[in-house]
């Protein structure tokens, strides 16, 4: 399938993989700075221990002499053999130690080192078995015993000595066999003797390649490791960052010099607590106490502006951290960074407050609130760690803004930040969503009687004059309450059933609180359930039009019709205006349905008598919205009808708002020639002063002040 590979390609493979074996035993040149390494530190543990190899095989030489002579007076020979022989020993194990420890030779390559080491072990391998044959030789006994055993044990301390080099240890191998070879000749213990090698190189090769894995391994962690240190080093010596650590209690156990010399003047800041050593940014708003409270709270905290605590702030450096666990959830302190903001503090600063705080009250803005939220419900400090929402609205703030000027509702709004941080305090996060919308962020706090006494104590004192350019004001505040995790294991959840108890509340007459309960989202989901419904039933068309007769007492004759919108149910069956037009009124469908209304109601009068008239409900929603007069003079043009067979029933909540733009209305709706009613007078804000200034041409009273007039007994 292949063609073979042409005969230089070949042996220049083949040279490849020889230089591959000899690099893996570090006998070739091109290994790299990371096995030069390993194998220079494999010379330095042999060079530590061949003082002790070489002793050893002096002295059992020497032994072996001593055991010669005893045991064979007239074997000169024998002598002279195993001097010869221990000579040899001891000059190869001289080389060895010569190539190791001392200094001239250490500045040879590793590979060379290595090439002199194996050479010297086969050399010694080859003299130990030499010298192991001619001991065995000796006529049996003690003495031959002993010679073989102080021969065995200097071919072991040899083969120990040597086994950090891989190299040396198939040397000393390839020596023992070669010369076993020899001496005994292509036999049975030469065929045993092959075999045992076979296996060394086997073992000796899997271990070089481990070593191989093993020194890769440690030198790339190694590596890591220095790069680590040294930009860690670089990082804080040299540029504008630094690191801290604090235990459980918020005492320092690590902090970089270079800001614990500017904080402390002997530069000891370990055992120091966090706070001591440094302080919030007075002038920024929003920033009191708030290192303390995620201290206490247990919380992440990023980017504050702090200062030497006991200097002047000469120095500003900005701050993070976030609290520790053990793997099993147990908290065990804060770890953090900082940096130098000495230089760009102000532009810095600004950008901070921009993001992160409300430019009116100096409070938290609505994003930082929910990041404080998340964080807090994210903290793994524990098994159960409750937090608890408080989601607030100011009572007749609008007439406030309506009557004063926004310039005073915005000083109020800055007066309510004030008595809101005062009375929450360190317990919590205090943050303005936008408008007259506040929210509070309890960490830890579950108790129901400790969050109404707060909520209560809150309402009060919102509930305390102000003074706004000498004038006395007074609003009021409704509080709804979730608690985590029962109320909503995230954010999403609780500020939504928070939301729900602070619609009760309102619901409740305002100025109270309300802890979030089940049937309040039961109450929210059947609400949403009706205005889906009502989607679907505005774009199927499925309202009809019902007509009360209008009949004038004096000549028993019908005068006119009032237009009353019925909606049939599939499911629910007939629904009740009084159920559905606040939802239509909450989800923006009022006007859609008002307009089907009109238009309706004016087609149908289109086929009455020229003389019945037609009334039609406007809502307060679609009063205020300009576009109405048009939609008015479209209705009428599209019918047919006169503009004065169109009377437009309106309720007392269009006062609420008195504003010039009501009066405009007013004017516009009489210059397309329609008729104008007061509808249900007396059950809202009846007042007969705007009677005087509103050009109504009817005033329909409420049926609760009339009904039962004429029975006897009624005063």
Known sequence: MYAPLPSADRRAHHRQSHLASRGLFGLAADGGDRLTDLFVLKLTQVAAVWPFALAVQVVACGLLVCLTAIGDASGHASITAIVAHGGVVALASLLVFVTLRLPHTEALAPHRRNWIVTACAAIMGAALTSLLWLVTSTPDGPVQFGSAIAVAGMIGITAVSLHPIRAAILGTGAGLVLTLVILAGFAIPAAIALLFFGCLIAATVSLARIDHVLELDRATASNEGRVAIKMIA?????????????????????????????????GDAVGQMLTELFRMDSDAPGTERTLAFHISSRTSFSDYSVCAAAQDCERW?????????????????????GSDLTEQRKSEAEITRLALFDGLTGLANRQRMRISLEKTLVQNTGPYRATSLFLMDLDRFKAVNDTLGHQAGDALLQQVAQRLQRGVGDAGLVGRLGGDEFKVVLPGIDNRDTLAVLSRDLIASLSQPYFISGTAVTIGCSIGIAIAPDDGEDSET?????????????????????FFSEDMLAGARTRKLLEDDLRVALADGA???CYQPVVNTETVRIVGYEALIRWNHPTRGLVSPADFIPVAEECGLIEAIGEWVLRTACIEAARWPDTIRVAVNVSPIQFANPVLPALVTSALAQSGIAP????LEITEGVFLDETRSSEQMFKALKGVGVRLALDDFGTGYSSLGYLRNAPFDKIKIDQSFVKGAAEPGNR
Do not use: C, M
């Not at 010596?237 to 801290?244: C, K, L, P, Q, S």
């Not at 004065?644 to 009377?647: A, K, P, S, V, Y």
């Open 644 to 647: 004065g067979r169109l009377e």
């Open 317 to 337: 450096w900005s701050i993070s951290g976030r609290p520790i666990v053990d793997d099993l959830g147990r908290f065990q302190g804060f770890i953090g960074s």
């Open 494 to 514: 609780l500020v939504r059933n928070a939301d729900l108890a602070l619609y009760a509340a309102k619901g409740d007459g305002r100025g109270v609180h309300r």
């Open 543 to 545: 309202f009809h039009l």
């Open 234 to 266: 670089e990082f804080e010596g040299h540029g504008a960052g630094w690191f801290w650590e604090a235990d459980r209690q918020g005492r320092v156990t690590y902090l970089s010099d270079k800001v614990a010399r500017d904080l402390v003047p002997s």
